[in-house]
């Protein structure tokens, strides 16, 4: 299967076979306590997928996977300006 590019994608938006199941099952697993709310984690994702920075779920200013940065507590966007 040929991977394409995908700007402004989350993981959870590709379908690369098993690639991304790892992270998505951390995510899924990820604490509770230690997640932001459902909107504030939507809402920076939302911001995300605006992002020219944004390939393929993977911030390219900082490298990681954008579902993972939005979802802790206490992260913010890589950005100079810090977008969230």
């Known amino acids: 299967m040929e991977k394409k590019i995908c ?3 989350l993981i959870d938006e590709l379908d690369y076979d098993e690639t991304y199941e ?4 951390y995510i899924k697993e990820f604490p509770k306590e230690k997640r932001v709310s459902s909107e504030v984690y939507s809402a ?4 995300c997928k ?3 920075e944004l390939e393929n779920g993977i ?3 900082c490298g990681c996977f954008v ?3 939005a979802l802790k507590i206490g992260m913010y966007c890589a ?4 977008k969230w």
């Open 7 to 9: 700007k402004r994608c």
């Open 22 to 25: 790892d992270i998505k099952r």
């Open 44 to 47: 920076r994702l939302e911001v």
């Open 50 to 52: 605006e992002c020219a």
């Open 59 to 61: 911030c390219r200013k």
């Open 67 to 69: 579902e993972l940065r």
């Open 79 to 82: 950005s100079e300006d810090k």
